[in-house]
């Protein structure tokens, strides 16, 4: 039987880049996310890799959502070998300006559907000894006021995942976390693009500032994220869990 891997916010970013790398391991990579149009994308580019493409389009805020992906991906497959939760745009707003909205909706996606899913798919997890990976952020380390949500959020995501981990060291799943620093996604290229325009200046002047202010040498590609991923969902990787591992470049100096 075909191994099988699903990842959600598989439309974009740093989760088509993991969907993509991971069809060179998995015979099925499940896509989910909202937008159907480009999850085809997606899944054209998973099955040129080698792997067969079982595209879910659904709102992972939503609290049914979870049933939907398990149990679509256990009829058609029989088992669940990996979950990697990417899903999760958390807005970039001052804490002063964020509304309960605003916030309720970060967390619905980020975090509830991350932990949902995750729930939901145990049982499959735990008959192939598989394994789990909740996707967080740098700024979980670093709070600021402009970013208090993602913060928050990012925080409260590597603080559920060692839950899990702990919880699979009896259960025989693998859990851990990834950190991505600034990675050049379509969502960065459209904040640095309306953030240059608002400060009256080029977005490569603007991309420069903010590599200064982080204080590395460059962006991260979506495709190194991948390739972290696939790396902790491996055989070689299976002894490292309850883990939080950053990939930003130097970004967080700090031990």
């Known amino acids: 039987m075909k191994r099988t891997a699903i990842v959600t916010g598989a439309s974009q970013g740093i989760g088509r880049a993991t969907a993509i790398r991971l069809a060179k391991d998995f015979g099925v990579v499940v896509l989910v996310a909202r937008n159907a149009a480009k999850l085809a994308e997606t899944a054209a580019e998973v099955e040129r890799a080698g792997a067969q493409a079982l595209v879910i389009d659904v709102d992972l805020s939503e609290p049914a959502a979870p049933d939907l992906v398990v149990c679509k991906t256990l009829d ?3 088992r669940i070998d990996a979950l990697v939760n990417i899903a999760g745009d958390v807005p970039q707003i001052d804490l002063f300006q964020m509304t309960d909205a605003q916030w309720d909706a970060g967390m619905s996606l980020k975090f509830h559907g991350a932990r949902r899913l995750t729930i939901r798919a145990w049982e499959a997890l735990k008959a192939s000894r598989g394994s789990v990976i909740v996707t967080s952020g740098n700024s979980a380390a670093v709070p600021k006021a402009g970013f208090a949500a993602v913060a928050a959020i990012n925080a409260a995501i590597v603080s559920l995942a060692k839950a899990f981990a702990e919880r699979g060291i009896e259960d025989g799943v693998q859990v851990n976390s990834v ?12 904040f640095l693009g309306k953030w240059s325009a608002a400060h009256d200046m080029s977005v490569e002047e603007a991309k420069s500032k903010f590599l200064d202010a982080a204080g590395i040498s460059r962006y991260g590609q979506p495709e190194e994220i991948g390739e972290l991923m696939a790396f902790l969902v491996s055989p070689a990787a299976k002894w490292m869990t309850g883990s939080a591992i950053r990939m930003d470049g130097g970004e967080i100096k700090a031990m």
């Open 179 to 190: 950190l991505p620093g600034p990675v050049m996604t379509g969502r960065r290229e459209s």
């Open 76 to 78: 058609a497959f029989g």
